[in-house]
T-cell receptor, first 108, second 115 residues
Framework: KNEVEQSPQNLTAQEGEFITINCSYS?????LHWLQQHPGGGIVSLFM???GKKKHGRLIATINIQEKHSSLHITASHPRDSAVYIC??????????FGTGTLLAVQP | NAGVTQTPKFQVLKTGQSMTLQCAQD?????MSWYRQDPGMGLRLIHY???????DQGEVPNGYNVSRSTTEDFPLRLLSAAPSQTSVYFC??????????????FGSGTQLSVL
């Protein structure tokens, strides 16, 4: 079993829909990262969080340390949100463990 | 600031050839790392460095060498390319220590094919 599991693996939504991507992990962590990768593009850091909730524009990330679970929400989704969203967790070492990503397609 | 600059963007090698992937950052980050990204798998750490002159192995180091002579540069060398090294490679950097709690900055990636 992978130490970081994301669901769903693939997600198709209509423009304007509210989207949720989930990340569960089995190891102790000090922080969790959400990253975005556009097709053929580089990887961009969206959030780093260790507790609670963070918001940036239409993106909201939450984490529940006790349940070892995080969610990334996208409100009023837009085709430009189409990308792979990657969850990564970091513990006491300098190494991150990455999930396999969620491929999101937002159709107009 | 340019951020993390990674070159080349694409490369095709024949089995047995050697090459170096370049990575440079201008943010004075102590921590630099190389990852490979394969279909159906998460990013996997190849090698990392926490400062000039200090490198260490990650999850999948075999077949790769690194060095860190300056804070800015962290090249990745493939000594004798194999088809199993066909992948997309990313360089990343961040502040250190407590790297797990720092924002990670990625290069634009190198798509490598080994024939």
């Amino acid at each position: 079993k992978n130490e970081v599991e994301q669901s769903p693996q693939n997600l198709t939504a209509q423009e304007g829909e509210f989207i949720t991507i989930n990340c569960s992990y089995s190891v102790g962590i000090s922080a969790l990262h959400w990253l975005q990768q556009h097709p053929g593009g580089g990887i961009v850091s969206l959030f780093m969080l260790s507790s609670g909730k963070k918001k940036h524009g239409r993106l909201i990330a939450t984490i529940n340390i006790q349940e070892k679970h995080s969610s990334l929400h996208i409100t009023a989704s837009h085709p430009r949100d189409s990308a792979v969203y990657i969850c990564a967790v970091g513990g006491a070492t300098n190494k991150l463990i990455f999930g396999t990503g969620t491929l999101l397609a937002v159709q107009p | 600031n340019a951020g993390v600059t990674q070159t080349p963007k694409f490369q095709v090698l024949k089995t047995g050839q050697s090459m170096t992937l370049q990575c440079a950052q201008d943010m004075n980050h102590e921590y630099m790392s190389w990852y490979r990204q394969d279909p159906g798998m998460g990013l996997r750490l190849i090698h990392y460095s926490v400062g000039a002159g200090i490198t260490d192995q990650g999850e999948v180091p075999n077949g790769y060498n690194v060095s860190r002579s300056t804070t800015e540069d962290f090249p990745l060398r493939l000594l004798s390319a194999a088809p199993s090294q066909t992948s997309v490679y990313f360089c990343a950097s961040s502040y250190f220590p407590r790297t797990a709690r720092e924002k990670l900055f990625f290069g634009s990636g190198t798509q490598l094919s080994v024939l």
